[in-house]
């Protein structure tokens, strides 16, 4: 976990659950089924696509979490399978327009997965 006060940025590296080989959906049903289950937790979707990350095969879902008590907070949420396992990469911001920017950017294209 990496965080920016100054930009109000928090970065969250980890890894997901996932099938095992035997048994492993296509990385367009992996994907399906994981936005399915992350938007138990977020208030909206706002848009989702599939997209290349540290030069992996990668899955963006970027969504909502509204709190009547701290606001709403902006999510982009990556899952990227490499090899045989799943990571999960989260951006966590209080204005949408810093998922993109040059701190999140960074961090993004910094990310080095060998399979």
Known sequence: MAE???AKLL???STIDAPVPETR?????????????MMEHFTRKISSR???LAGHDA???VATIENENTG????SVWMMPVGNLTYGVTILA??????AGDTATAFLDSLELAE
């Open 50 to 52: 599939f997209a290349k």
């Open 4 to 6: 920016s006060k100054a």
């Open 11 to 13: 970065l969250i590296f």
């Open 72 to 75: 709403v907070y902006y999510y």
């Open 94 to 99: 209080d204005d949408p327009a810093k998922l």
């Open 59 to 61: 899955y963006e879902l």
């Open 25 to 37: 959906p296509t990385f367009k049903e992996q994907a399906a089924a994981w936005e399915k289950g």
